[in-house]
């Protein structure tokens, strides 16, 4: 079974406090692993240190080897790692000044994709696949707001991340998740061509 992501030794620190310390796992291509453990110890630490988002907290660093395939991820640029490993947080997150239209193709504008017909084709197909396209497809134009809550979801199969995209699913809703919170990494393919979110 070939390896999607290997860690190892993998430390953190917020400051002087140390995160995470010497984590080492490999996880399977084409497979969910989820990560379990109670409030506050280091599940979204980890997932952070994943596409590099850890290091964006000034006072964030990490330490020891990331791969993704065979590349290590702090040996090349921070946005090349993102377009590899996705992104789906635990609320929506669109971005509010732009229009719906916008934040569904923010994706694949920002790797360069300027051809109008394609970015129509792909907004409307995302749309579908997330069951929002009747909803929506009168005020593609008006800005988003909060509104749309798979919207984070289907933006992610745009970017086309080579290999995991991330699901961190809500604390708020689930039972006892106060103490025992879940975060699951899935393959690309379990998000795109679903016309909902993934079950748990």
């Known amino acids: 079974m070939p390896t999607a992501v290997e860690v190892r ?10 995160a995470l310390h010497g984590i080492n796992i490999a996880m399977d ?4 692993t989820a990560l379990i453990g109670p409030s506050g110890c280091g599940k979204s630490t980890f997932i952070r240190c994943l596409n590099r988002m850890h290091e964006t907290n000034p006072i964030a660093r990490a330490e020891g080897e990331v791969k993704v395939g065979e590349q290590d991820i702090y040996a090349m ?7 590899k490993v996705g992104m789906v947080f635990q609320k929506a997150n669109p971005f509010p000044s732009m229009s719906i239209y916008d934040n ?8 360069g994709t300027s051809d109008r017909k394609t970015l129509d084709e ?14 929506v497809k009168d005020v593609l134009k008006k800005k988003s707001g909060a509104s749309l809550s798979k919207e984070e979801i289907r ?8 290999t995991t995209p991330v ?3 809500g ?19 379990h998000f795109h061509g679903q016309n909902r979110g993934p079950d748990f």
Not at 77 to 83: D, N
Not at 155 to 162: D, E, G, L, S, Y
């Open 122 to 135: 792909a907004v409307e197909r995302s749309l579908q696949q997330a069951a929002l396209w009747d909803e």
């Open 155 to 162: 933006r992610q199969p745009f970017r086309r991340p080579a």
């Open 29 to 32: 291509a084409n497979h969910a």
């Open 104 to 111: 569904v193709g923010a994706g694949l504008k920002l790797n």
């Open 171 to 189: 604390a708020g809703g689930e039972p006892g998740s106060a103490s025992h919170g879940r975060t699951v990494l899935r393959p690309r393919s």
């Open 77 to 83: 640029p921070a946005v090349e790692v993102r377009r």
């Open 167 to 169: 699901y961190r699913p």
């Open 9 to 18: 030794d993998l430390k953190a620190w917020y400051g002087k406090t140390e």
